[in-house]
């Protein structure tokens, strides 16, 4: 039986919640694990803390990914721009004939995956669209909180447009990486540059104010937990509501491209996803949501649940290149 406390909200018992029958056999297996304990993050003027937090994220973070790495054959080589640091990837046989490019931005909580980690998780979440991949590896917390990794992203969308027409142009991210992907793109506008042909925001991390349901109603399901101690040090003292910082703020209705977004039902960031959807249709504005059954925010353990979506966001991408 459920109740509600003096400010209305529902007093709601501990519970049981089962793995879904049917769901695929990775899911199930995925799912029956236990939830770990949530982060103890440092003090937010602890920089050494928050370096040996971040170099033990990266390692769970890489042997994650590591397992999702298909064989993709490719060249890899930095590309460093104004400072900035990306890795430009491109497939066996690719040409320059090949008008088609992808700005992905790695996910990590807006704090962590720099480096090989960044290279590991591009590689994993790009190599089946068999594109060329311009990766980001933005700078970061603690030595380098807001406005940093978005500058870094600006600079290579701005270095894409002189190469590329922006209708050759895809923008997408997960998590951390969606946000930075819809903030480039609100500023890109807001500077007067022209939009990409798609955006593409996995479980995306839209609103670094945590105000959405799904924070309440997903947590202890979802393994990730509240980031606000990670999400004040990105801010670095700005306002958590700026539209470059919390995307989901933003006027859609000013313009932004046509979105593919995804989540699942146990994510933490549902209600980023959600609410992000509906302030793009209200404003006009194409978006496609795919919602994953039982998934938290790290998705299914790579079985055909995650693999659906995966398929679902490669067609949506091939389909705006193509100009439809």
């Not at 890489?62 to 999702?68: I, K, N």
């Not at 992203?153 to 590329?164: D, P």
Request: with cysteine; proline share 7%.
């Amino acid at each position: 039986m459920t109740d509600k406390s003096d400010n209305g909200a529902l007093r709601v018992p501990e519970r049981i919640v089962p793995v879904p029958a049917h769901a695929s056999a990775q899911a199930r297996a995925m799912l029956s694990q236990p939830v770990p304990p949530k982060a103890q993050y440092p003090a937010l003027d602890d920089a050494a803390g928050w370096k040996a937090h971040i170099a033990t994220m990266d390692a769970n973070v890489a042997t994650m990914f590591a397992g999702r790495l298909g064989d993709f054959a490719h060249t890899l080589t930095e590309w460093r721009e104004e400072g900035a640091l990306a890795y430009d990837i491109r497939p066996e046989h690719w040409s320059d004939a090949d008008r088609r490019v992808y700005l992905y931005i790695h996910g990590g909580g807006l704090i962590m995956g720099a480096g090989e980690v960044c290279k590991t998780m591009t590689l994993a979440s790009t190599g089946s669209y068999n594109v060329r991949v311009v990766s980001v590896d933005y700078r970061m917390p603690p030595d380098h909180p807001y406005p940093a990794s978005l500058d870094d992203c600006m600079v290579f969308y701005r270095a894409l447009l002189r190469e590329y027409q922006p209708h050759q142009i895809i923008i997408g991210g997960g998590s951390a990486g969606g946000n930075l992907a819809a903030a480039t793109i609100l500023r890109a506008r807001d500077e007067g540059l022209p939009l990409p042909a798609a955006a593409v925001l996995m479980s995306p991390e839209l609103d670094l104010t945590e105000s959405g349901d799904s924070h309440q109603t997903n947590a202890g399901l979802d393994s990730m937990g509240s980031l606000m101690q990670a999400n004040l040090l990105y801010a670095g003292g700005r306002d958590l509501t700026d539209p470059y910082i919390s995307p989901l703020f933003g006027d859609m209705a000013k313009g932004f491209p046509p979105t593919f977004l995804s989540t699942g039902t146990r994510d933490l960031f549902l209600s980023n996803t959600v609410r992000m959807h509906r302030k793009l249709r209200n404003a006009g504005i194409h978006a496609e949501l795919h919602i994953k059954e039982a998934a938290p925010h790290a998705g299914l353990g790579s079985g055909p649940e995650d693999m659906e979506i995966e398929i679902e966001a490669r067609g949506f991408c091939m389909a705006r290149w193509a100009g439809r």
